[in-house]
């Protein structure tokens, strides 16, 4: 069975009944009011709503306020009784017709003849009663459609709000940590060349203090903006193949000589951990273990560190739980400030008891970094004047299920190094040909020290200051390494980079070894050096110590040793 048109449903509520637009046009009326309309010559006459009804001067203002209210959409429905000319009393429904767009679209005028009480004044009135509720619930919903738009669209502002604002505050990081880390790398770096000249005991003290002091407020920006980034969801781990054994070596070598220095015993417990590859951001499983390890050299005066990590079967299929505690027979933690050891910027100590130098940052840090490995950092005793115990749980994925023995890496470059013996003639010759290294920055204490630094190596530096010559100096020479800011006009060390790939600075130049050094530290900035093809990344302040490493692995590469 077909269900009725809305004109035919119109139909049977109304006498006669006519709909117009908001403007007070025609769209569409009852047939019968068609066919007397148009004998009579109305249909081509009528300009307004009201000439299609014969009303009287008294009722014509209350059909213009009829109107008005439903035009406006003010009520669902409007019933007022009209006498027309012809003194018959009329029931006359205002009823709008709301749009697709919340607003009102059109207005069903119909006019019911008024009779005396019976049946089908009573069937009408229901009708009438019944399309009432049905205009006022249509009504409703297109009203709570017009606040969802509403709330749609400001929660769609709020997104792109919180992209930009997110946007803004990492260009503000990126930006402090340049500007500030460009500065130090000059008071660090000339630190470094002075301690190396003749100097006095009293001026030796002053340049290690200076050294001392711009180190402690690099690694100050540094767990501050990290911070900063974490805090704002932009932490990114990477994955790449673990080894434990490899990494806990690495820690073991960084820490052990710390320890040694304050003559503190340094136990490292490794027995217990499995030889299989596992897949995870090794910088930051070795940030998490040398910062609650360097917390515990900190606040350790005597006595032992010891460290013993283990693995096991994880809750989470497909990983490996890692489980590592810190123990330390230093001076231990208050009771009231435990509950905060966790929280950004609280310490252990204040300045006012002991004077140990830190942010609060770092083991805030931990924490947000071993939940985002799916474990956890927590504190396990704490005594005063005898020591703590910190321990952590992180899961790592599996990488495959077959055991690689802990040597894997030392077989490995054993086979390279059996590989590379066999170019050694082609070494030689490359050996003895003289060695070109081209610096470029636009910031002059930068071009100065790092060309300094690399005299002091024992290498002739030549300088540029921009990527535009530096293109032009590497067509006029065959340059074997270059040391690249990132940052500069008119091109950027990037894309410089790229340029000299592509073959604009002469075919000679194409392969130079490119070394970033650059004061773009944060998470992700050495990636899209690698990624620009450069060949490795230093981060400023450049130091004399990284810097060879870095020249001893381009030589190597290079096949100049």
Known sequence: MRSATPEQNLDLLYEDWIRFDANGRLESCSDLLRERWTTIGLMGSARQASDFFKLTADNSEGFFNAWILAVRGSASFLNVRLRGFDLAERSTVFMPEIAANGAVGSVVVGSLRVFESGPDTAEAEKSLSKLSEMRDLFQDIAHANRELEKALERAREEVEYGKAESRAKSDFLANMSHEIRT????????????SSTSLTKEQLEYVEAINHSGKLLIDLIGQVLDYSKIDSGHLHLDCQEIELGALFMEVQAILGAKARNKAIDFEVDLRRIGSEILLGDSTRVKQVLINLLSNAYKFTRRGRIALTAS??????????CLRVRVE??????APERIRSLFCPFAQAHTREENDYEGTGLGLAICKRLCEAMKGDVWIERTELDKGSVFALEIHLPRKEPDVRPLNARKVSEENRTMKTSEKSAAKERKRNAPLRLLVV??????LLITSKLSQHLGYNAETVTNGVDALKKMKSGDFHIVLMDVRMAPINGMETTRMIREGEAGDQSSGAYIIAVTAHALQGDKERCIQSGMNDYLSKPLTLERLEESLNRARSELSLD
């Open 441 to 446: 920055d636009d910031n002059p204490n930068n």
């Open 328 to 333: 330390d027979t230093g001076i231990g933690i």
């Open 183 to 194: 500065p130090m790398n000059a008071v660090i770096g000339f630190c470094d060349l002075l």
């Open 311 to 320: 693995t096991a079967e994880s809750e989470y299929d497909g990983h490996v």
